[in-house]
């Protein structure tokens, strides 16, 4: 096209150039130049560049089929300038010979002679009697059969006894079957189907085993194997589970303050009968060290907030590569800034993890931890107020710490069960809803409101900013806290 305007153009600067001077030219000058654009451009030039065009171009939008028909590779291709024909060429490697299959004037090719499951690479090449031959296209591939499965994901240590492999839908499948193998380039076993799109293995702790999977129906048989992906059973790490305290069950527990003990708080009778199965408790509160594990056993972000970086109460960082670290010098502290949600998250994951439930206490089981079996105790070690048996709200002239302590420091402050700082430190989420009456209300047996009217939720125990004896009686009530909020002095345990 350039040469085309530069003649053209060259032509009527001619003409203007002579104009000025000699108008009686312009009329023959005009029709010079028209005829010059007529023999030179379409006759010579403009074919070479045609040609040029033609014959170093390819055409585009090549698309094979993939598993849409039983018998047919549709093969569809963009339009090319100029071309008159178009050859269609088959490979069975990306980089293999291609072969021309046939000819064709259309946009599309059926191929009707490749076998089932296998993966064949298509060109197109573009012809033309004036032009001769184009290149070939990039290559596009087809089969015959169901598509294969993808988004193939094997579960990384996210269950205690089963490694789960989920897939994408493919349509028209009927059933899936599954494919394992010790080694990712290994050979993989079918170890079973399933019409779901997911698929549990129960395999050992601490293997990585590999997973494919195939589509399947009756009409088209199956899919070529999906990619593979590798997952495990993580063992269970001694150190990830909180030492637990047995608590045997009891009969007729009186809950609530004693007539004997001196309180304005109101919500705390009355008292009234509990019974209790056995459980577990968490030796210790929670700690930030123990939390971080949680944090970094996979995708845990939404458990975590920037106010846990502070490390006068909690010391939780996240590093610039998305994973966790606690302040080494905090590891031992308990965690705060978890609201209800998160400390609830934890024992999801860590019943995953263990493979037996882990829940947040109820108030009844704190507070008959707290309290004891030898009657209703005040405080966990007994009756009488002592400066030095828990960290209270006295910056440190008794207890030492004027902000939390490393968990487990009072051990004249235990109770019976040998379960440390029930009174003091944190205070500790429960499983109830808190209800202002509930002990009017309460069922006897493993009694736990799940009455929302308040929306928030229990927490019990007194924290090291309380500065009030009473709040660090084993019967003392709070008002409840909302659970999707968070403070420097709530943390919580757990039972089992
Ligand atoms: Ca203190
Ligand atoms: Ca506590």
């Known amino acids: 096209m350039k040469a085309k305007i530069f003649y053209g153009a060259a032509a009527v600067t001619l003409i203007c150039l002579l104009s000025l001077h000699r108008g009686t030219l312009l009329r023959a000058d005009i029709f010079y130049g028209n005829k010059a654009e007529t023999e030179y451009g379409k006759s010579g030039i403009q074919?070479?560049?045609?040609?040029?065009?033609?014959?170093?171009?390819?055409?585009?939008?090549?698309?094979?089929?993939?598993?849409?028909?039983?018998?047919?590779?549709?093969?569809?291709?963009d339009q090319f300038r100029n071309a008159e024909t178009y050859y269609i060429c088959r490979s069975t490697a990306p980089d293999g010979n291609y072969t021309i299959l046939a000819d064709t004037a259309s946009l599309s090719y059926q191929d009707k002679t490749p076998l089932k499951n296998i993966t064949y690479y298509y060109k197109v090449m573009a012809g033309s009697s004036v032009f001769g031959k184009s290149k070939m296209s990039s290559y596009n591939t087809g089969y015959l059969g169901m598509a294969i499965p993808s988004g193939v994901s094997a579960s990384d240590g996210a269950f205690s006894n089963t490694i789960q492999v989920t897939w994408n839908n493919v349509a028209g499948a009927e059933s899936y079957y599954v494919y394992r193998s010790a080694s990712q380039s290994g050979s993989y076993y079918d170890i079973g189907n399933t019409t779901s799109l997911s698929y549990n293995d129960p395999v050992s702790r601490g293997m990585i085993y590999y997973y494919r999977v195939k589509s399947h129906s009756a009409v088209f048989g199956y899919s070529r194997y999906s990619d593979s992906d590798g997952g495990y059973i993580d063992y269970l790490r001694p150190y990830m589970l909180p030492e637990m305290m047995p608590i045997p069950a009891v009969t007729s527990f009186s809950m609530g303050r004693p007539d004997w003990e001196v309180s304005s708080n109101l919500y705390e009778k009355p008292v009234h009968p509990v019974n209790l199965n056995a459980f577990s408790l968490s030796r210790f509160e929670i700690t930030v060290q123990q939390y971080t594990y949680f944090l970094n056993a996979g995708s845990q972000d939404s458990y975590y907030i920037p106010d846990m970086a502070d490390t006068v109460h909690c010391g939780i960082i996240k590093r610039s590569d998305g994973d966790y670290s606690n302040v080494i010098s905090r590891a031992q502290y308990p965690v705060v800034y978890v609201n209800w949600n998160f400390a609830n998250a934890y024992c999801s994951w860590l019943t995953a993890k263990a493979g037996s439930t882990f829940l947040l206490p109820t108030e009844a089981q704190w507070e008959y931890t707290a309290a004891g079996n030898a009657g209703h105790m005040t405080y966990p070690w007994g009756n009488t107020w002592t400066n030095t048996n828990c960290n209270w709200g006295e910056n440190g002239a008794y207890d030492h710490y004027v902000y939390s302590a490393p968990v487990g420091q009072y051990s004249s402050g235990t109770n019976m069960f040998g379960v440390y700082d029930m009174a003091g430190n944190v205070h500790e989420w429960c499983r109830d809803y808190f209800l202002t009456n509930y002990y009017s209300v309460s069922a006897t047996n493993n009694p736990e409101c799940a009455d929302n009217t308040s929306g928030l939720k229990v927490f019990r125990g007194g924290a090291w900013s309380c500065t009030n004896r009473d709040d660090f009686r084993s019967s003392r009530r709070f008002n409840g806290y909302d659970p999707a909020s968070s403070a420097n002095n709530i943390g919580f345990r757990i039972v089992k």
């Open 47 to 77: 074919k070479k560049v045609e040609k040029r065009i033609f014959t170093e171009g390819a055409p585009g939008g090549i698309s094979a089929s993939d598993g849409t028909s039983t018998n047919i590779i549709t093969i569809t291709w």
